[in-house]
């Protein structure tokens, strides 16, 4: 069982920055992957970006230049740094390891 904890979340004004974290605890596998995936209302779940355990990253198109994932293993912790939020990016924000989920921690851009 892997238990996920996210924190970071919250209200921001456009073109601002947020850094969201989630540390996992319990029966994890510094060898596997570790991602962030976010949910907006009305909207199917969908990678933001996700970082193996080589520090191989992935992201979706349309946080490419803005967001950016990072891993500390000795903390089973995984930040995104979130910079020149938009509008868009209001959702949830999970964070999945082993196939596990967080309870999720919610980002809101204001214009």
């Known amino acids: 069982q892997v238990q996920l904890v996210e924190s970071g979340g919250g209200l921001v004004q456009a073109g601002g920055s947020l850094r969201l974290s989630c540390t996992a605890s319990g029966r994890t596998f510094s060898i596997n992957a570790m991602g962030w995936y976010r949910q907006a209302p009305g909207r199917q779940r969908e990678m933001v970006e996700t970082?193996?355990?080589?520090?191989?990253?992935d992201y979706a198109d349309s946080v490419k230049g803005r967001f950016t994932i990072s891993r500390d293993k000795g903390k089973n912790t995984v930040y995104l740094q979130m910079n020149a939020l938009k509008g868009e990016d209001t959702a949830v924000y999970y964070c999945?390891?082993?196939?596990?989920w967080g309870q999720g921690t919610p980002v809101t851009v204001s214009s």
């Open positions: 970082i193996s355990s080589d520090g191989s990253t």
């Open positions: 999945n390891h082993c196939g596990n």
